[in-house]
């Protein structure tokens, strides 16, 4: 272990579990590699385990620490993160540092990001609805031009993602072939039918619409990021939204490597030179607002002319960005560190 120099700060690692009565252990835990890389650069870190009949001893917890780190999904199980991220404003106004803070999340760690970057070089012609009816009187006409991508504003895992084609047939009544992300076969309904389907999800704030992505079955790139740094990657082949067999077939879990990674270095520079400097400018963020621990998913986008590979913008995660490389917690320990030294 590396001796820390000094003793910057203590900061808890909050995540949601049904052990929230009992006595959550750092060695144990599935962060347990992030306690450890915490404490080689002398933050000493807590485990806090929230569940929403607990935040009053979560809050008299978090009031006494430094920062907190985080790890909880915006939808889990029917269950929403209204009454954390209301208790995180409120530490947060006490002078307890949050990563990622709901503000924050709220900028960056929504689809809505996909349509407030569509300008970046990152970006595609992506739509975005603020109604049901402005749905119901744009979408069919984007999908004259090809499939399209329907995003609810807040989810996980798929839920509330859709490719959408029209099939030829009467105009009194068109058709379309839907496949839901967490799905593995589309099904052909009305539009107006699908339309009904999504108009829960304004609940959200809003709907993303996007081109699909022809090359979406050759992988999706996953960056790992530290505040403004990439902290690794991660690849893999999807099942999600792609319906050739043969692609299907290749499909596999996510391979994760380091930020050394010589295949996505082209990405790694994007990321770090170009693409951070613009998201925090239209999102109005300081650099230090930036997350602990995000990520970014790429999927590939058309061939430039020299052969070399485009990328576009997926999704930003930062709500619960977990598993994450081995070698992203060291980053991580570094950012925190970095973050508590400036309030000294």
Same mark, same amino acid.
């Given at each position: 272990?590396?001796?820390?120099?000094?003793?910057?700060?203590?900061?808890?690692?909050?995540?949601?579990?049904?052990?929230?009565?009992?006595?959550?252990?750092?060695?144990?835990?599935?962060?347990?590699?992030?306690?450890?890389?915490?404490?080689?650069?002398?933050?000493?870190?807590?485990?806090?385990?929230?569940?929403?009949?607990?935040?009053?001893?979560?809050?008299?917890?978090?009031?006494?620490?430094?920062?907190?780190?985080?790890?909880?999904?915006?939808?889990?199980?029917?269950?929403?993160? #209204?009454?954390?991220?209301?208790?995180?404003? @409120?530490?947060?106004? +006490?002078? !307890?540092?949050?990563?990622?803070?709901?503000? /924050? %999340?709220?900028?960056?760690?929504?689809?809505?990001?996909?349509?407030?970057?569509?300008?970046?070089?990152?970006?595609?012609?992506?739509?975005?609805?603020?109604?049901?009816?402005?749905?119901?009187?744009?979408?069919?006409?984007?999908?004259?031009?090809?499939?399209?991508?329907?995003?609810?504003?807040?989810?996980?895992?798929?839920?509330?993602?859709?490719?959408?084609?029209?099939?030829?047939?009467?105009?009194?009544?068109?058709?379309?072939?839907?496949?839901?992300?967490?799905?593995? #076969?589309?099904?052909?309904?009305?539009?107006? @039918?699908?339309?009904? +389907?999504? !108009?829960?999800?304004?609940?959200?704030?809003? /709907? %993303?619409?996007?081109?699909?992505?022809?090359?979406?079955?050759?992988?999706?790139?996953?960056?790992?990021?530290?505040?403004?740094?990439?902290?690794?990657?991660?690849?893999?082949?999807?099942?999600?939204?792609?319906?050739?067999?043969?692609?299907?077939?290749?499909?596999?879990?996510?391979?994760?490597?380091?930020?050394?990674?010589?295949?996505?270095?082209?990405?790694?520079?994007?990321?770090?030179?170009?693409?951070?400097?613009?998201?925090?400018?239209?999102?109005?963020?300081?650099?230090?607002?930036?997350?602990?621990?995000?990520?970014?998913?790429?999927?590939?986008?058309?061939?430039?002319?020299?052969?070399?590979?485009?990328?576009?913008?997926?999704?930003?995660?930062?709500?619960?960005?977990?598993?994450?490389?081995?070698?992203?917690?060291?980053?991580?320990?570094?950012?925190?560190?970095?973050?508590?030294?400036?309030?000294?």
């Amino acid at each position: 272990m590396i001796q820390p120099q000094s003793f910057l700060g203590r900061v808890a690692i909050l995540w949601r579990g049904d052990d929230a009565h009992g006595k959550p252990s750092p060695e144990t835990s599935r962060f347990k590699a992030v306690f450890a890389a915490l404490a080689d650069v002398g933050v000493d870190a807590e485990p806090v385990v929230y569940e929403n009949d607990v935040l009053e001893a979560v809050r008299a917890q978090l009031v006494n620490l430094d920062g907190v780190l985080v790890w909880v999904n915006p939808i889990h199980e029917g269950r929403n993160r #209204a009454k954390l991220d209301a208790l995180l404003r @409120e530490v947060a106004s +006490r002078g !307890v540092w949050v990563s990622a803070h709901p503000d /924050v %999340i709220l900028k960056m760690g929504t689809k809505e990001v996909l349509h407030r970057t569509r300008m970046m070089s990152w970006g595609c012609d992506t739509a975005l609805y603020r109604t049901a009816e402005e749905m119901r009187s744009e979408l069919s006409s984007r999908l004259v031009a090809g499939p399209r991508v329907i995003k609810r504003n807040r989810g996980n895992g798929g839920q509330g993602v859709w490719k959408v084609e029209l099939l030829p047939g009467a105009r009194n009544r068109p058709m379309i072939r839907v496949l839901d992300a967490t799905k593995d #076969a589309s099904e052909e309904v009305p539009v107006e @039918e699908f339309l009904e +389907r999504c !108009v829960e999800y304004f609940e959200d704030g809003c /709907v %993303i619409d996007q081109p699909f992505q022809a090359r979406l079955g050759q992988g999706v790139v996953r960056c790992y990021m530290a505040g403004d740094r990439c902290a690794g990657f991660g690849h893999h082949k999807v099942k999600a939204l792609v319906e050739d067999p043969a692609a299907r077939a290749e499909a596999g879990p996510r391979l994760y490597t380091s930020n050394a990674d010589a295949r996505f270095q082209h990405l790694r520079r994007l990321m770090e030179d170009e693409w951070i400097p613009q998201l925090t400018s239209l999102l109005d963020m300081a650099r230090t607002d930036l997350p602990m621990i995000w990520d970014a998913d790429f999927m590939l986008g058309p061939l430039r002319g020299d052969g070399t590979d485009t990328y576009v913008l997926c999704e930003i995660n930062v709500s619960s960005v977990f598993p994450i490389p081995d070698e992203a917690p060291a980053e991580i320990a570094r950012r925190v560190a970095d973050r508590l030294e400036s309030k000294l």
